[in-house]
Nanobody, 120 residues
Framework: QVQLVQSGGGLVQAGGSLRLSCAAS????????MGWFRQAPGKEREFVAS????????YYADSVKGRFTISRDNAKDTVYLQMDSLMPEDTAVYYC?????????????WGQGTQVTVSS
């Protein structure tokens, strides 16, 4: 059974940092691109970042570029999202996914979601 299990997240003050993790099981994910989306209340789920299967290329939404870093450890089947210089507008539920997609409707496999709350 395919499973993506997320950890990390929580409450942080503006300017702080958090790291999200997403561990994959049920399949060897090291050959798959991976990504992160987020969904704020009342808004559609939006693309945040993605990384190719070797980790050689990464892509970011303009809103997080320069502040967030996506990485992966294929030996652990885990992808990470390091979030620095957090702002209140980063508050959302964050989801990891399999694939390098920009539209959430194209994603087949999701993590369970992790709440990130940034206070001003």
């Amino acid at each position: 059974q395919v499973q993506l299990v997320q950890s990390g997240g929580g409450l942080v003050q503006a300017g702080g940092s958090l790291r999200l993790s997403c561990a994959a099981s049920g399949r060897t994910w090291s050959s798959y691109n991976m990504g992160w989306f987020r969904q704020a209340p009342g808004k559609e789920r939006e693309f945040v970042a993605s990384i190719t299967w070797r980790g050689t290329n990464s892509y970011y939404a303009d809103s997080v570029k320069g502040r967030f870093t996506i990485s992966r450890d294929n030996a652990k089947d885990t992808v990470y999202l390091q979030m620095d210089s957090l702002m209140p507008e980063d508050t959302a539920v964050y989801y990891c996914c399999v694939g390098n997609y920009r539209n959430y409707k194209d994603v087949q496999y999701w993590g369970q979601g992790t709440q990130v709350t940034v206070s001003s």
